[in-house]
């Protein structure tokens, strides 16, 4: 499997692995997750417009309390992150070019985080790529590099790497709502009874419950969201 991936990534086929979040999201451990901060007023009125104007364009938006100088602000903030990177490329994707990327605080008022993990960075050429199979449950990819041909399948947890493909197990199949569109360019998210949610930019390749796989240019991504009930 290392000569394999070793190979792939020598010609120009970048393999990644996923992290996965738990499926319960659990506050007390909001320090290992990041934000995106926008600005900080002394006014909360200020602040809940700039948080009212964010939602409206779907961004998931909030604001909280802190203490400067011994004077109580208000910072507003958007989303929850696994790491500084899915942040950061949300940011970029959104335009919020004066934002700054900050660790979150414990007690947070978010009830939904996302992780992003890149499976592949594809070649150019599209004849070198595709998607192999499909279910409900997961998907695989068939790369070729020279003489080399790899399969790469998410499951709706993890990638897997594997110079075989591996058939979908179709007993393990249950209907699942498609909660993620694209809308002009964006992957949005559309959740009973929550603002939409607008996740990044792309093409959707597939989806299963709070799981999707998208092709950001030449990036194939996994997107896992933990989303509260609360």
């Not at 493909?165 to 929550?194: M, T, W």
Request: hydrophobic share 40%; net charge negative; glycine share 6%.
């Amino acid at each position: 499997m290392m000569i394999l991936a070793r190979c792939l990534h020598n010609q120009g086929l970048v393999i990644g692995s996923l992290l996965v979040l738990s499926s319960s999201l659990n506050l007390t451990l909001a320090q290992d997750f990041w934000t995106v901060q926008m600005a900080a007023f002394s006014d909360y009125r200020d602040a809940t417009q700039a948080v009212n104007q964010l939602q409206a364009q779907g961004l998931d938006s909030y604001s909280e309390f802190f203490m400067q100088e011994g004077k109580q602000l208000v910072r507003v903030r958007i989303g929850c992150f696994d790491s500084k990177p899915t942040a950061e490329q949300f940011a970029k994707t959104s335009l919020l070019t004066d934002a700054s990327i900050v660790p979150m605080t414990q007690g947070s008022p978010i009830d939904l985080c996302v992780t992003r993990a890149i499976g592949a960075m594809l070649p150019q050429d599209t004849n070198n790529w595709g998607v192999y199979q499909e279910n409900q449950a997961a998907i695989e990819f068939w790369f070729r590099a020279q003489d080399i041909t790899a399969f790469l399948a998410f499951n709706g947890s993890s990638w897997n790497l594997s110079d075989q493909a591996n058939p979908l197990d179709s007993n393990q199949v249950s209907q699942s709502p498609g909660y993620f569109r694209e809308d002009s360019g964006y992957i949005k998210l559309f959740y009973p009874n929550r603002r939409v949610f607008t996740l990044t930019s792309g093409k959707l390749i597939w989806q299963y419950g709070l799981s999707a796989v998208i092709l950001e240019d030449n990036i194939l991504a996994a997107y896992q969201l933990s989303l509260s009930e609360n």
